[in-house]
């Protein structure tokens, strides 16, 4: 069982910038393909962007392309988000997601960030 910590949210206004990290428990992190997921009031919750455990960037929701960018650092068992112009439909909770059977599964997350963009 692998835990993960995420950090970085806040408030920021339209156009802003912010970096979210999670930082994962274990040594085994750098086998485990990584995701980022958010979930809107009233919405189901999506996934964002992911990770492979190679470092390939296999996935981004249309709305971040060219936003957003996930990246990891193994040495330190982290993941990020860097969130460059950001919009108020960004706002949501952020969480981060971890595949470690590399099967597109989820079977671990955080406890999840708030992001919030005003206009």
């Known amino acids: 069982q692998v835990d993960v910590v995420e950090s970085g949210g806040g408030s920021v206004q339209a156009g802003g910038s912010l970096r979210l990290s999670c930082a994962a428990s274990?040594?085994?992190?750098?086998?485990?393909?990584m995701a980022w997921w958010r979930q809107a009031p009233g919405k189901e919750r999506e996934p964002v962007a992911r990770?492979?455990?190679?470092?390939?960037?296999?996935y981004y929701i249309d709305s971040v392309k060219g936003r957003f960018t996930i990246s990891r650092d193994n040495a330190k068992n982290t993941v990020y988000l860097q969130m460059n112009s950001l919009k108020p439909e960004d706002t949501a909770v952020y969480y981060c997601?971890?595949?470690?059977?590399?099967?597109?599964?989820?079977?671990?997350w955080g406890q999840g960030t708030q992001v919030t963009v005003s206009a």
């Open positions: 997601a971890v595949d470690s059977t590399r099967r597109g599964r989820i079977d671990a």
């Open positions: 274990g040594d085994t992190f750098s086998n485990y393909n």
């Open positions: 990770i492979t455990w190679t470092r390939t960037t296999s």
